[in-house]
């Protein structure tokens, strides 16, 4: 799993959410003790794509939808 701290300091450095909702959401996540990513989830700030591309992009792995992968049967 990802770290929150990383995750708030690259969505800080990036300007993907207004910076007071991130630093609400933050605040929130370490009082409820929740991931940041499931607490931008729960009120719709960040799309669930965009939270994987940013969480790939925190843990330095390639980041892949897998919507669009044709699974054999």
């Not at 007071?20 to 729960?42: N, P, R, T």
């Amino acid at each position: 799993m990802y770290d929150s701290k990383k995750l708030y300091a690259s969505l800080k450095e990036l300007h993907v959410i207004d910076e007071m909702q991130l630093d609400e959401a933050f605040k929130k996540a370490q009082l409820q003790q929740l991931s940041l990513g499931d607490v931008l989830l729960d009120e719709n700030l960040i799309s669930d794509e965009d939270l994987g591309k940013m969480t790939a992009e925190t843990l330095n792995v390639p980041f892949i939808h897998l919507a669009n992968i044709e699974i054999p049967k």
